[in-house]
């Protein structure tokens, strides 16, 4: 099975790195204009000069989408014209309207479409999720998490493309991995949803023009709730998911790193990532960062830490078997079938409405659009 890799800066070179370790796994060629030739010669690939190129070579099965969060629709959307798989990070879009185009493209031309939603792949987040359908925290009535922290003002930040609302989205679509675990564990998009925020704190020279506090309900059927978080505005800050059931609640600490399952009165503790060495390298990331770690991004000619390693590697092998004909793992259909991708983008739109039109909206809203 032979790859390409659109975008090589941060997360796209260790992409690029992990899906060879797999047994008949080749890269064939990247298309990155800044960063594209580094790891075209550190992996012996071609760094094509468009992406024209890249999506027209015929030894090419599959293209993984790396590239900007600006970008995703319109390289998605021309691969799969030219009859390639595709593997695409997370935002999936920035609306649900190129989103809904990317899906439908990818199914009309019959390639696979795997959405890179890695907290899906979490040993903790697996662990919740077993514990939630055995029934050992009973019915969840509701979610909570939070990803927060400060960025001092004044820095520069406002220069990436990460910290550019237009370009990335903000931290609602860059950090969307709260919003589709929460999804993912409540079993699709809720019914309604509010969200309210601003940029309070970053008005200087080359600050951001993201908002920096977000703070979004979701509400679900059969009474059941959920809040998140977002924001660079805090200087306590938090990074966790919080579910509370009707007999025991579950909660992922991504700060302090550890797991917590608690029923009757009496806590077990999990891992959050595959191994203790795991945790304690993400543990330690976090606290001796001058920035909180849960609101920093990184970096092209960075490599990723151990723990985000093994999960690249983990979703990497999952998107190489499911080419090589292997059937799909209960509880991982949603990732591959266009559903995680549209419910998460389509309660993330109704988000920014919300928030644009200070009002609740409705999910129906967004999905009769898709119908018109």
Known sequence: MNYGVVGTGYFGADLARSIIKNEDAYLKAVYDPHNGQAIADELDATNEPTFEDLVQREDIDCIIVASPNYLHRDHVVLAAKHQKHIFCEKPIALSYADCVEMVETCKEHNVLFMAGHIMNFFNGAE????????????????????RNGWQEPGTGQGHSWKKQRELSGGHLFHHIHELDFVQWIMSGSPDSVTMAGGNIAHHEKNDPDEEDLLIATLKYPNNTFALLEWGSACHWGEHYA????????????????????KTNGEEVNFLIHETKEEDEDRRRIYHRRTDDGAVQYGKPGQYTPMWLATLIDKEMTYLHNL??????????????????????????????????????????????????
């Not at 939630?132 to 939070?146: M, R, W």
């Not at 209960?330 to 983008?345: Q, V």
């Not at 309660?347 to 200070?358: D, G, K």
Request: hydrophobic fraction near 40%; include cysteine.
């Open 242 to 261: 919080l579910i509370q059931g009707t007999k025991g609640a579950i909660k992922l600490d991504l700060q302090k790193v550890e797991g917590t399952l």
């Open 127 to 146: 662990y919740a999720r077993d514990a939630i359908q055995s029934g050992k925290i009973g019915k969840v009535l509701y979610c909570h998490t939070a």
């Open 323 to 372: 080419l090589l004909g292997r059937p799909v793992e209960k509880g991982f259909e949603k990732l591959i079938d266009g559903t995680a991708a549209l419910e998460a983008i389509a309660t993330a739109q109704a988000l920014v409405n919300s928030l644009q039109e200070n009002r609740p909206v409705y999910l129906k809203e967004i999905y009769q659009k898709k119908e018109e």
